[in-house]
């Protein structure tokens, strides 16, 4: 099993920016594509955004699109998640994947209920 290790989230003001990290330093296979998922306390587990490992297509949840950016560095087994113009909404607990069969809609909607999740890093946005 893959061992996830999230990193770079905080307490920020509304508006602010952060920048997450995911690394999967045990990966072996190359052809999956990256994902962010994040849950807030009570709250249902959200697809928030994924890279496709075929050509860095991307897929991002309507909600942050226009203000969060992923990437990813294959060489180093690791994601990205740059955020900015945070928003309360968008304090929650951010996890990573780097299994998805593929980045689309339909795979990160499925995905939330059947990944395995590591400890992920928290992200907190004050007004």
């Known amino acids: 099993q893959v061992q996830l290790v999230e990193s770079g989230g905080g307490s920020v003001q509304s508006g602010g920016s952060l920048r997450l990290s995911c690394a999967a330093p045990g990966l072996t296979l190359d052809y999956y594509s990256f994902g962010w998922f994040r849950q807030a306390p009570g709250k249902e587990r959200e697809a928030v955004s994924c890279?496709?490992?075929?050509?860095?297509?991307?897929w991002y949840a309507e909600s942050v699109k226009g203000r969060f950016t992923i990437s990813r560095d294959n060489v180093r087994k690791m994601v990205f998640l740059e955020m900015t113009d945070l928003k309360l909404e968008d304090t929650a607990q951010y996890y990573c994947?780097?299994?998805?069969?593929?980045?689309?809609?339909?795979?990160?909607?499925?995905?939330?209920?059947?990944?395995?999740w590591g400890r992920g890093t928290q992200v907190t946005v004050s007004s």
């Open positions: 890279i496709s490992n075929r050509d860095d297509g991307a």
């Open positions: 994947a780097t299994d998805l069969p593929r980045c689309d809609g339909e795979t990160m909607q499925q995905y939330k209920d059947l990944g395995t």
